[in-house]
């Protein structure tokens, strides 16, 4: 049960800028300790707890945060108290986990490169950095929007850079579906990146998570080269503003509550380049769905090749928290275990480097997430491939021929 009281732990929250914040209760002496301008409690349940506290606290409070927990906040941001309290829940209707799409997904795997994933990173992390406010943060949405619609070759694809009154945007690809439009599948990453110094840090984030993106990007580029048409609604999101409390993924939830989406599934990819640990893919327990865990699980071992194991990040470590809290079934696979964490990220030191500058840890996430979009989605290849097919048998029966008739001649 909520104990549903107010207490004031410190002295004047009357802030300018008050920030509304869920954290662990492991991580409020610590929070309290950091909160110069004041901190108030709105609300303390077992685990966590709603406090507000000034906005400009917030950097040293994640800081702290990093030295006492090795996490960097932890902690969501919500923009009124009551959504604080009363987290919105979508409409998610319940659906049949099934493997029946062998040959679809079985033709899409060969074309997925490690080499384009690499490519990807390098780009978007050779950018200054893609924190939230930066005017870099801007131009990687932009960037990643123009290379998302080089993939839409066909009419009712699109891509939308959808606004949260930030300089950064989230970056929306919708593959419609055919014969169950309303029912809508969700891969995201988040595009932004931080580290100390904010809006001037360098910030390169190749591993949180331009490799997240990069996945998503090669996914989303294979399926709509063969021209994939899903019988369910997939959408391919860049979260914006996930590091300062998972701004983007709940911001994207209100909308989708607006608009009465369904949403019946979400996949979080956020760092799968770093082969941190024994074993490939780490299916994250916490803020997941068990059930989507286990369908997950038969995704890899029917179509990866790769190894798995289970963790835990011990709090809500990112964008599927989002999806978990408004109801939807969401799952987190992740790149090590937690305790053989990549160290570098949110500094100057998380480049493609530390990966040898290659993608082939992140190209097993690239295969489970096209084996999710398919084996989820439902639908068919188009016959785009099967016409290259054809004109190469007729550029082959040309050369042949002329080949006879010189012959002949
Ligand atoms: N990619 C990280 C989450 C992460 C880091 C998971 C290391 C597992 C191991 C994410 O971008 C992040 O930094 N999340 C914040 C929490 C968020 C709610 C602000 C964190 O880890 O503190
Ligand atoms: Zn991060």
Not at 193 to 208: E, Q, Y
Not at 329 to 337: C, G, N, Q, V, Y
Request: with cysteine; proline share 3%; glycine share 8%.
């Amino acid at each position: 049960m909520r104990l549903a009281f107010v207490v004031l732990l410190a002295a004047s929250t009357a802030s300018a800028a008050p920030a509304i914040i869920s954290i662990g209760n492991d991580a409020l002496p610590t929070t309290v300790a950091a909160a110069h301008h004041g901190l108030g409690l709105l609300d303390r349940e077992r685990d966590a707890s709603v406090v507000v506290v000034d906005d400009a606290d917030l950097p040293e409070i994640s800081e702290e945060m990093h030295h006492a927990f090795h996490r960097c906040g932890g902690m969501i941001q919500s923009p009124s108290l009551d959504e604080a309290l009363h987290p919105i829940q979508l409409r998610s209707t319940a659906v049949d986990y099934t493997l029946d799409h062998a040959a679809a997904v079985d033709a899409v795997l060969p074309q997925m490169k490690a080499t384009t994933i690499a490519k990807t990173i390098g780009e978007l992390s050779a950018m200054q950095n893609r924190y939230y406010k930066s005017a870099s943060g801007a131009e990687a949405s932009n960037w990643l929007a123009e290379r998302w619609r080089s993939f839409a070759t066909r009419p009712g694809v699109t891509v939308q850079l959808v606004d949260h009154g930030y300089p950064q945007k989230s970056v929306v690809l919708t593959i419609p579906g055919t014969t169950r439009a309303g029912e809508v599948i969700v891969i995201g990453g988040h595009l932004d990146s931080i580290a100390m110094g904010g809006l001037s840090a360098n910030a390169p984030g190749a591993d949180d998570d331009a490799s997240g993106i990069a996945t998503l990007t090669e996914i989303a580029r294979v399926l709509l080269a063969n021209d994939y048409r899903p019988e369910r609604t997939i959408k391919f999101i860049a979260y914006e503003a996930e590091e300062v409390g998972l701004l983007g993924s709940q911001a994207i939830v209100r909308d989708f509550k607006r608009a009465n989406t369904n949403v019946v599934g979400a996949l979080q990819l956020d760092m799968t380049n770093y082969r941190g640990s024994n074993k490939d893919i780490w299916l994250m327990k916490d803020f997941t769905s068990a059930a989507q865990n286990a369908f997950l699980v038969k995704l890899i071992e029917a179509y990866t090749g790769a190894t798995w194991g289970m963790d835990a990040c011990g709090y809500a470590c990112s964008d599927h928290a989002s999806w978990t809290r408004a109801g939807v079934p969401a799952s987190m696979p992740f790149e090590s275990r937690m305790a053989d964490r990549n160290k570098h990220i949110h500094t100057g030191k998380d480049t493609l480097a530390l990966s040898n500058g290659e993608a082939t840890h992140a190209l097993a996430f690239a295969r489970l997430g096209v084996a999710y979009a398919i084996e989820l989605g439902k639908g068919e290849l188009g016959e785009h491939d099967s016409h290259q097919l054809w004109q190469l048998l007729a550029l082959g029966l040309l050369g042949a021929a002329g080949l006879l008739s010189r012959r002949a001649s």
